[in-house]
């Protein structure tokens, strides 16, 4: 069983992902954070004692942040927040997603500036041991405030309201907390808005996705080699000596690992003046599938720096000043990770358009001698072939072009204008996922049509060795996909062959 301890300040995607996917990993928090966890606890407390004003604290939230509240009330105002702003709709949260968002939550409170009691937090932290997860719908957040919604869903399980999912069960959270021994809590000032402000939704979608894109990229340039040896393509584009004269971040590294993955490959054609160079699909892949590692490594970079960021409003600093202050600021606004999926869709989108591109051409129609036959037939005409695979990919791809329109050029003002600019980084995230959903079948796809391909090759030339990494590929391939001589019922192992991209074991 994997323990991941929390101090706000050194969690990874890895962790993320293990925590998201193993439910069996154990969260707790940093000895060392606690003293913080529980001193900002404690200057809320006096802050409401001495009747001082603080946004969200002694105040209304968004456009009510002018009405004072009666300190008898502070406690019902922050169990309204979580009441009143559950109002997401759609489908619920997947379970890994869910997952990541209560820990990167948790991790964001541990840093000691949002107020937040440790008890308050260390139920969050039970709920996501004991896998007894909140009901989350996916959507109404405009990524400023933060993901409002979402997360006032995550929290109302904490005061026993809402639903839970125990043993995949939808529940009322009261009949879930029962069972599994726990006790909600009556939250204390500041508590329901440092549960609920912050990037959490489009943070763990974020983390989860650029995992997942680091696969997909890697799984394209294998498609891709495949599909230069059925092509009987040549490696010279792929040459060290080209690349190192035009640096771009990743084109260099995506040309090795082009030509470690066909190395020793007896598919490809040898120099032959009359055909000297291939088509922008096959030559151009170090180019292409080099930009869109740089787009993820982007994306990568901003999602790291958000899961150890604290992005609640007000906050509170113990040490920064000579004496202790709560400060409003904007730290709940979503732009960097707005433009950062924004910029992930966009990428992936092309590298599915590149790849979409590749399996037009091995289904095209082709000479009588060529290679493979059109559309993958044996006999065309009786058969189909591959002909309706691209099809789907196309489909596919086009979804993706709708699907990469930048979210964050987008900005409707909320709480009476106040709140006059946001990100919609959450819609970004969203978006981002269902243009990866789509890549794992458009992969998928030009995978199966360059293996039938590739046997095609070899019904004609018996004997010829693929690459280092294209050979393996091949062969774990076709342990669930055969190879049709006729047409037949392609949906199952397609099925199958989407979900081993989705697992990475194509990447």
């Not at 928090?29 to 606690?34: C, F, L, N, R, Y």
């Not at 009747?51 to 406690?75: H, R, S």
């Not at 000691?112 to 007894?132: D, F």
């Not at 790291?304 to 709940?332: C, K």
């Given at each position: 069983?994997?323990?991941?301890?929390?101090?706000?300040?050194?969690?990874?995607?890895?962790q993320v992902a293990t925590c998201a996917y193993d439910t069996k990993t154990h969260v707790q928090i940093a000895e060392k954070a606690k003293?913080?966890?529980?001193?900002?606890?404690?200057?809320?407390?006096?802050?409401?004692?001495?009747?001082?004003?603080?946004?969200?604290?002694?105040?209304?939230?968004?456009?009510?942040?002018?009405?004072?509240?009666?300190?008898?009330?502070?406690?019902?105002?922050?169990?309204?927040?979580?009441?009143?702003?559950?109002?997401?709709?759609?489908?619920?949260?997947?379970?890994?997603?869910?997952?990541?968002?209560?820990?990167?939550?948790?991790?964001?409170?541990?840093?000691?500036?949002?107020?937040?009691?440790?008890?308050?937090?260390?139920?969050?932290?039970?709920?996501?041991?004991?896998?007894?997860?909140?009901?989350?719908?996916?959507?109404?957040?405009?990524?400023?405030?933060?993901?409002?919604?979402?997360?006032?869903?995550?929290?109302?399980?904490?005061?026993?309201?809402?639903?839970?999912?125990?043993?995949?069960?939808?529940?009322?959270?009261?009949?879930?907390?029962?069972?599994?021994?726990?006790?909600?809590?009556?939250?204390?000032?500041?508590?329901?808005?440092?549960l609920t402000n912050g990037t959490t939704l489009m943070t763990a979608i974020g983390a989860l996705e650029v995992l997942h894109a680091l696969?997909?990229?890697?799984?394209?340039?294998?498609?891709?080699?495949?599909?230069?040896?059925?092509?009987?393509?040549?490696?010279?584009?792929?040459?060290?000596?080209?690349?190192?004269?035009?640096?771009?971040?990743?084109?260099?590294?995506?040309?090795?690992?082009?030509?470690?993955?066909?190395?020793?490959?007896?598919?490809?054609?040898?120099?032959?003046?009359?055909?000297?160079?291939?088509?922008?699909?096959?030559?151009?892949?170090?180019?292409?599938?080099?930009?869109?590692?740089?787009?993820?490594?982007?994306?990568?970079?901003?999602?790291?720096?958000?899961?150890?960021?604290?992005?609640?409003?007000?906050?509170?600093?113990?040490?920064?000043?000579?004496?202790?202050?709560?400060?409003?600021?904007?730290?709940?606004?979503?732009?960097?990770?707005?433009?950062?999926?924004?910029?992930?869709?966009?990428?992936?989108?092309?590298?599915?358009?590149?790849?979409?591109?590749?399996?037009?051409?091995?289904?095209?129609?082709?000479?009588?001698?060529?290679?493979?036959?059109?559309?993958?037939?044996?006999?065309?005409?009786?058969?189909?072939?591959?002909?309706?695979?691209?099809?789907?990919?196309?489909?596919?791809?086009?979804?993706?072009?709708?699907?990469?329109?930048?979210?964050?050029?987008?900005?409707?003002?909320?709480?009476?204008?106040?709140?006059?600019?946001?990100?919609?980084?959450?819609?970004?995230?969203?978006?981002?996922?269902?243009?990866?959903?789509?890549?794992?079948?458009?992969?998928?796809?030009?995978?199966?049509?360059?293996?039938?391909?590739?046997?095609?090759?070899?019904?004609?030339?018996?004997?010829?060795?693929?690459?280092?990494?294209?050979?393996?590929?091949?062969?774990?391939?076709?342990?669930?996909?055969?190879?049709?001589?006729?047409?037949?019922?392609?949906?199952?192992?397609?099925?199958?062959?989407?979900?081993?991209?989705?697992?990475?074991?194509?990447?």
């Amino acid at each position: 069983m994997a323990t991941l301890t929390l101090d706000g300040r050194s969690l990874t995607l890895e962790q993320v992902a293990t925590c998201a996917y193993d439910t069996k990993t154990h969260v707790q928090i940093a000895e060392k954070a606690k003293d913080g966890i529980r001193n900002a606890a404690q200057l809320v407390a006096d802050f409401v004692a001495e009747g001082k004003i603080a946004y969200g604290i002694t105040t209304g939230f968004g456009a009510f942040k002018d009405k004072l509240i009666d300190p008898a009330d502070v406690a019902l105002l922050q169990k309204n927040i979580l009441l009143s702003h559950a109002t997401g709709v759609g489908n619920l949260l997947d379970e890994p997603a869910t997952r990541a968002m209560m820990l990167i939550r948790a991790n964001t409170l541990a840093r000691g500036h949002s107020g937040i009691r440790l008890e308050t937090l260390e139920l969050l932290l039970e709920l996501l041991n004991r896998n007894v997860l909140p009901c989350i719908p996916e959507k109404g957040s405009l990524g400023a405030s933060g993901d409002l919604a979402p997360l006032a869903h995550m929290s109302l399980p904490l005061i026993g309201e809402g639903e839970l999912l125990l043993d995949g069960v939808q529940m009322p959270a009261p009949e879930a907390l029962a069972k599994a021994g726990l006790e909600p809590v009556l939250l204390a000032a500041k508590e329901g808005l440092a549960l609920t402000n912050g990037t959490t939704l489009m943070t763990a979608i974020g983390a989860l996705e650029v995992l997942h894109a680091l696969q997909l990229y890697h799984t394209a340039n294998l498609a891709a080699a495949l599909t230069l040896e059925a092509q009987e393509g040549t490696l010279l584009a792929y040459e060290e000596a080209i690349h190192t004269h035009r640096p771009q971040p990743y084109q260099v590294e995506t040309a090795a690992e082009m030509r470690a993955l066909l190395a020793g490959t007896e598919f490809s054609r040898a120099y032959n003046p009359a055909n000297v160079q291939d088509a922008y699909t096959l030559r151009c892949v170090p180019q292409v599938h080099g930009a869109v590692r740089n787009a993820i490594a982007y994306a990568q970079n901003v999602v790291e720096i958000e899961l150890n960021a604290v992005t609640d409003n007000p906050l509170l600093f113990l040490h920064e000043y000579p004496e202790p202050r709560i400060i409003s600021g904007g730290n709940f606004h979503g732009e960097p990770l707005a433009l950062a999926l924004d910029f992930l869709a966009l990428a992936l989108t092309d590298l599915g358009n590149i790849s979409e591109r590749r399996t037009a051409k091995l289904v095209d129609n082709r000479p009588d001698n060529g290679p493979y036959p059109a559309f993958l037939a044996a006999q065309g005409g009786l058969n189909s072939g591959f002909m309706l695979l691209q099809y789907t990919a196309a489909a596919l791809t086009s979804e993706n072009k709708t699907l990469a329109h930048p979210s964050s050029l987008d900005s409707i003002p909320s709480s009476g204008n106040v709140e006059d600019h946001v990100s919609m980084g959450a819609n970004a995230a969203l978006h981002a996922r269902a243009v990866m959903a789509n890549l794992d079948a458009i992969l998928a796809i030009e995978l199966m049509c360059a293996c039938q391909a590739i046997d095609f090759r070899l019904q004609k030339t018996p004997g010829l060795k693929q690459g280092a990494a294209t050979a393996p590929a091949y062969a774990r391939l076709r342990q669930s996909v055969p190879f049709y001589s006729q047409d037949a019922y392609y949906a199952p192992a397609l099925k199958h062959l989407i979900g081993e991209v989705r697992a990475g074991h194509f990447a």
